[in-house]
């Protein structure tokens, strides 16, 4: 409702992207593993050490990408990767090897209370089909979007590119993972 109403207002601060990240990464791993997937954390050794941006919507987008990514992938990986976009931008990528998309499923995924395969997907996985939809507005919020490629039987890839200033301070890179409540209605594609 605050991002329609043009409300919503970001929180840009200075951050550490690898502890977010690490963050994350606790977070969703023991799904991944209750899932015997092979999860991985794979961030380029040229970012910066911290960037001005908002954080704590970052963690969200990238939370909502990771999990619909476990959730949809039976067996095989799950990788969350992050690399620097010159001269400023980032990507962060969640790729997995799971069913796949058609271009059909593709169009309909940001889209508010629609899921990629319809009542099926809902019944089987849960969710209301807002996840997606959030997340992408979120991002275009910050300056940037996320891009879906995929294939029927050949995994997707979700990309998350926005534009962040590097932080001049120093962040202390955190060791300590902040807990947050899962939502059983977390976004599926």
Same mark, same amino acid.
């Given at each position: 409702?605050?991002?329609?109403?043009?409300?919503?207002?970001?929180?840009?601060?200075?951050?550490?992207?690898?502890?977010?990240?690490?963050?994350?990464?606790?977070?969703?791993?023991?799904?991944?593993?209750?899932?015997?997937?092979?999860?991985?954390?794979?961030?380029?050794?040229?970012?910066?050490?911290?960037?001005?941006?908002?954080?704590?919507?970052?963690?969200?987008?990238?939370?909502?990408?990771?999990?619909?990514?476990?959730?949809?992938?039976?067996? $095989?990986?799950?990788?969350? *990767?992050?690399?620097?976009?010159?001269?400023? &931008? /980032?990507? +962060? =990528?969640?790729?997995? @090897?799971?069913?796949?998309?058609?271009?059909?499923?593709?169009?309909?995924?940001?889209?508010?209370?629609?899921?990629?395969? $319809?009542?099926?997907?809902? *019944?089987?996985?849960?969710?209301?089909?807002? &996840? /997606?939809? +959030? =997340?992408?507005?979120? @991002?275009?919020?910050?300056?940037?979007?996320?891009?879906?490629?995929?294939?029927?039987?050949?995994?997707?890839?979700?990309?998350?590119?926005?534009?962040?200033?590097?932080?001049?301070?120093?962040?202390?890179?955190?060791?300590?993972?902040?807990?947050?409540?899962?939502?059983?209605?977390?976004?599926?594609?």
């Amino acid at each position: 409702s605050k991002i329609e109403s043009g409300l919503f207002v970001l929180d840009n601060q200075p951050f550490s992207l690898q502890s977010l990240m690490r963050d994350v990464y606790s977070l969703l791993e023991p799904l991944a593993n209750k899932k015997n997937l092979n999860f991985e954390l794979q961030i380029d050794s040229h970012l910066a050490p911290a960037f001005i941006g908002d954080s704590g919507r970052i963690r969200q987008i990238l939370f909502n990408l990771g999990s619909n990514a476990i959730k949809f992938t039976h067996d $095989g990986f799950v990788i969350i *990767k992050a690399q620097r976009l010159w001269p400023k &931008g /980032l990507m +962060i =990528s969640v790729v997995d @090897s799971g069913p796949g998309m058609s271009k059909e499923q593709q169009l309909r995924l940001f889209q508010r209370f629609i899921q990629a395969e $319809g009542k099926q997907t809902t *019944k089987q996985f849960g969710g209301s089909g807002l &996840g /997606l939809a +959030i =997340s992408r507005e979120l @991002s275009i919020l910050m300056g940037g979007d996320i891009q879906v490629s995929s294939e029927p039987n050949c995994g997707a890839t979700f990309s998350l590119n926005i534009p962040l200033e590097i932080s001049q301070e120093f962040v202390e890179d955190e060791t300590s993972i902040e807990v947050y409540k899962v939502d059983d209605s977390i976004e599926t594609r």
